[in-house]
């Protein structure tokens, strides 16, 4: 589980963070985790509310996720097409897309575009 190592890198740039502005509680951490990131969301927030128990730091803190819809590129035209309704998981129906016309030029060859990127969007601290 690849996840444990992400929330202690997390937890580290944000005790960083948190140091530089003399910050003695985390109260949230706001990110952004992409579709394509290879990250299970559920073991993420998991990992995350076992490491911060032992941590004074981070033990009243919650930890909100945003999931950017995933996004398809044509390779011939560079159309984005941003893909609704598709939940954790089913990531990899998107080998299907390679199928599938572009509706700005009828070419078949969609393929995921970005969406594999891990931000911290913002961190509340006392």
Sequence with gaps: MHEVSLVQGLMKQVREIAQ????HRVTCIRLSIGPFSG????????AFEVLK????????SRLVIKTPAPVLKCPHCG????VQG????????FGTFSRAKCPSCDMY???PFGGDD?????????
């Design 20 to 23: 530089d502005h003399q910050a």
């Design 109 to 111: 060859g969609l393929a």
């Design 39 to 46: 990250v299970v969301l559920d073991s993420f927030s998991f």
């Design 79 to 82: 159309h984005e097409v941003e």
């Design 86 to 93: 598709v939940v954790e998981g089913e990531m990899e129906l």
């Design 53 to 60: 128990r032992d941590d004074e730091l981070f033990s009243q």
């Design 118 to 126: 891990i931000l911290l969007l913002q961190v509340e601290m006392e």
